[in-house]
């Protein structure tokens, strides 16, 4: 989610009594509980060991020496607008005396709700997709799904059911990551943003439409998988190749202090083993907010933003810029746009240079920079393909994954979930009998993925992970590329002397062995907002969580609470660093 929108909801609803019990007491993938959830924090932290992995459990006892087959599809489910409003005060929020189409004549407004509370759809700008790899290697099957959603819930929620249609129509999957691509003018799937602040803006009906897509597309790529070879390609986006100094605004930014973030593109091409110039598909990561058209003019069409047309462009090609020099062509297949870390605001936003079509920048947030953006990033990769890939054959698929939990302090959040503004998501290790606070918080199951091919380590993330937990950086000159790493005339400046220790994350997947290009699968298993460090973790003094504290701590009040760190972070360290069977 974007800056200093949407707070509304937690302003209104700070009086609301925290006793009804309207939370679901459920699991995860398999239907159990974390044990011990909200009690010692210990178990919570941690765990003996995944609670599966393959190769080498019963359902998938061994490997074909790297031999790796991969299917890829994309399906469509972009709603029709037929309820359509006029604004007759220009501020973009239909209120309830705006006049609307009654297509169904039922007396009611049904919108399609976009990002940032009362923004109601008015007509479709690009469509809005679920685009899914599946890879197999042995006995092992794993799917991973990237939807254009600002997010999707996991336990008990929108994403085990997708699972579950998925396994129930393909058996042999051993294990689905879905992830989202974060889409602000994508439909609300969270149910965060209806009319008003105290309406949810959750259609089930459309996450059953969102979740058959993406189980289509996984079916699709599981009956029509091929032997693979991977053509991988990597590079730090600057806005001067190679100089770490010339920073980085032609592509993204970071607007929270500290400005600490990780602006690597990797590129994986998966070509057909008889023919290579053949793609099956291609997964690409890099990590940037998709928001561009939800902050310009004419904000009230749905869109997938920059990605779209950065798929579009690694698939068909993509014009010189400026106009007048070789085209590249595009290299077919389907392309998987895979979110990374962006907590924190990491996006082309707040009057960041985009180069235009002729070459001149667009620094106004619109649909036209979003497609800049977007035919930019696919430019580049489809140069760095053509200039700069390496080629591998021996691709072993290996994954361990768990299930366990993160504590729920957020006041606002905690009543979304109880008076039902949220879509559903499991929750345990709390008394729904008696009022929620200290001691009696709710726990959110999430599941965590480590998932490896050949040479690519990749790790999920259920929300938006702030880039310092992801490469350090705290040294404030290693991963800021030129930028100022904060602004000390702020209160409540960043605490470094509390800076975790290393090794961080993105260490721990390079420490597995093998591996070369390191990924944050962001917005993965789960969506739980910001996921805030810390030791750079600040609440205001009088209403915490529902005001932001003075200095850059807006994402404070989109967390679970302070320990989110602990409780989602540390377990996936320790995921990463697991090694089951040895």
């Given at each position: 989610?974007?800056?200093r929108?949407g707070t509304?909801?937690?302003a209104?609803?700070c009086g609301?009594?925290?006793?009804a019990?309207?939370?679901?007491?459920?699991?995860?993938?398999?239907?159990?509980?974390?044990?011990d959830?909200g009690?010692?924090?210990?178990?919570?932290?941690g765990f003996?060991?995944?609670d599966?992995?393959c190769p080498?459990?019963?359902?998938?006892?061994?490997?074909?020496?790297g031999?790796?087959?991969?299917g890829?599809?994309?399906?469509?489910?972009?709603?029709?607008i037929?309820e359509?409003w006029?604004d007759?005060?220009?501020?973009?929020?239909?209120?309830?005396?705006?006049?609307?189409?009654?297509?169904?004549n039922?007396?009611?407004?049904?919108a399609?709700?976009?990002f940032g509370?009362?923004?109601a759809?008015?007509?479709?700008?690009?469509?809005?997709?679920?685009?899914?790899?599946v890879?197999?290697?042995?006995?092992?099957?794993?799917?991973?799904?990237?939807?254009?959603?600002t997010?999707?819930?996991?336990?008990?929620?929108?994403i085990d059911?997708?699972?579950?249609?998925?396994?129930?129509?393909?058996?042999?999957l051993?294990?689905?990551?879905?992830?989202?691509?974060h889409?602000?003018?994508a439909?609300d799937?969270?149910?965060?943003?209806?009319?008003?602040?105290?309406?949810?803006?959750?259609?089930?009906?459309y996450?059953?439409?969102?979740?058959?897509?993406?189980?289509?597309?996984?079916?699709?790529?599981?009956g029509?998988l091929?032997?693979?070879e991977?053509h991988?390609?990597t590079q730090l986006?600057?806005?001067?190749?190679?100089?770490?100094?010339?920073?980085t605004?032609?592509?993204?930014?970071?607007?929270r202090?500290?400005?600490?973030?990780?602006?690597?593109?990797t590129i994986?091409?998966?070509?057909r083993?008889d023919?290579p110039t053949?793609?099956?598909?291609?997964?690409?990561?890099?990590?940037?907010?998709?928001?561009?058209?939800?902050?310009?003019?004419?904000?009230?069409q749905i869109?997938?933003?920059?990605?779209?047309w950065?798929?579009?462009?690694?698939e068909?090609?993509?014009?010189?810029?400026?106009?007048g020099?070789?085209?590249?062509?595009?290299?077919g297949?389907?392309?998987?746009?895979?979110?990374?870390?962006?907590g924190?605001?990491?996006?082309?936003?707040?009057?960041?240079?985009?180069?235009?079509?002729?070459?001149?920048?667009?620094?106004e947030s619109s649909?036209?920079?979003?497609?800049?953006?977007g035919?930019?990033?696919?430019?580049?990769?489809?140069?760095?393909?053509?200039s700069?890939?390496t080629v591998y054959t021996d691709l072993?698929?290996?994954?361990?994954?768990?299930q366990?939990?993160?504590?729920?302090?957020?006041?606002?959040?905690?009543?979304?979930?109880?008076?039902g503004?949220?879509?559903?998501?499991a929750?345990?290790g709390?008394?729904?009998?008696?009022?929620?606070?200290?001691?009696n918080?709710?726990?959110?199951?999430?599941?965590?993925?480590y998932?490896?091919i050949g040479p690519?380590?990749?790790?999920t993330?259920?929300?938006e992970l702030?880039?310092?937990l992801?490469?350090?950086?705290?040294?404030?000159?290693?991963?800021t590329w030129?930028?100022?790493?904060?602004?000390?005339?702020?209160?409540?400046?960043p605490d470094?002397d509390?800076?975790?220790?290393?090794?961080?994350l993105?260490?721990l997947?390079?420490a597995n062995?093998g591996?070369?290009?390191?990924?944050?699968?962001?917005?993965?298993h789960d969506?739980?907002g910001?996921i805030v460090p810390?030791?750079?973790?600040?609440?205001?003094?009088h209403?915490p969580?529902?005001?932001?504290?003075?200095g850059?701590?807006?994402?404070e009040?989109?967390s679970?609470?302070?320990?989110?760190e602990?409780?989602?972070?540390?377990?996936?360290?320790?995921?990463?660093?697991?090694?089951?069977?040895?």
């Open positions: 989610m974007s800056s929108q509304g909801l937690f209104l609803i609301t009594a925290l006793v019990p309207s939370l679901v007491a459920c699991g995860g993938d398999d239907g159990t509980s974390p044990a959830a009690s010692p924090d210990a178990r919570l932290e003996d060991q995944p599966d992995w080498g459990s019963d359902h998938c006892a061994a490997g074909d020496g031999r790796l087959f991969v890829a599809a994309a399906k469509i489910y972009t709603p029709e037929t359509t006029t007759l005060n220009g501020d973009s929020e239909w209120q309830s005396d705006e006049p609307y189409v009654d297509a169904n039922n007396g009611k407004f049904d399609y709700w976009l509370g009362g923004r759809a008015n007509s479709v700008k690009t469509d809005l997709e679920a685009r899914a790899l890879f197999r290697e042995g006995d092992t099957e794993v799917a991973l799904a990237y939807l254009d959603c997010g999707l819930f996991g336990a008990g929620g929108d059911a997708l699972v579950a249609g998925a396994k129930a129509r393909v058996p042999e051993d294990h689905v990551i879905v992830g989202s691509t889409a602000h003018d439909v799937t969270l149910g965060l943003w209806g009319a008003t602040a105290l309406e949810s803006g959750y259609n089930a009906a996450n059953q439409r969102v979740q058959q897509a993406a189980i289509d597309a996984i079916v699709e790529a599981a029509d091929h032997e693979a991977a991988v390609a986006l600057l806005n001067t190749p190679g100089d770490p100094t010339s920073l605004d032609q592509w993204n930014k970071d607007i202090d500290p400005v600490i973030f990780d602006p690597t593109l994986v091409r998966f070509a083993a023919d053949q793609t099956i598909g291609t997964l690409v990561n890099w990590a940037d907010h998709p928001e561009m058209s939800a902050f310009g003019p004419d904000n009230l869109s997938s933003h920059f990605p779209h950065f798929r579009d462009g690694v068909h090609g993509t014009p010189s810029v400026p106009p020099g070789a085209d590249e062509p595009g290299i297949g389907v392309t998987v746009y895979a979110q990374g870390a962006v924190g605001q990491i996006g082309s936003i707040r009057g960041a240079p985009v180069p235009g079509p002729d070459g001149t920048p667009i620094t649909h036209e920079k979003d497609q800049a953006l035919v930019n990033l696919a430019r580049r990769t489809l140069e760095l393909l053509r700069d890939e072993p698929l290996t994954y361990r994954t768990v366990v939990a993160a504590r729920l302090d957020n006041i606002g959040l905690q009543v979304a979930y109880l008076v503004i949220l879509a559903p998501h929750a345990v709390y008394d729904p009998g008696q009022p929620l606070g200290e001691g918080n709710p726990w959110l199951p999430f599941r965590a993925t998932f490896q690519v380590g990749m790790v993330m259920p929300g702030h880039p310092e992801w490469v350090g950086g705290y040294d404030c000159s290693s991963w030129g930028y100022p790493c904060y602004d000390d005339t702020l209160p409540n400046l470094f509390n800076a975790p220790a290393p090794p961080y993105r260490d997947v390079l062995p591996v070369e290009y390191p990924m944050l699968l962001g917005l993965a969506y739980f910001y810390a030791y750079n973790y600040v609440l205001d003094d209403n969580y529902l005001d932001e504290a003075d850059d701590h807006y994402e009040t989109y679970l609470g302070p320990d989110v602990r409780h989602v972070v540390h377990p996936i360290l320790q995921l990463v660093a697991a090694r089951p069977g040895e």
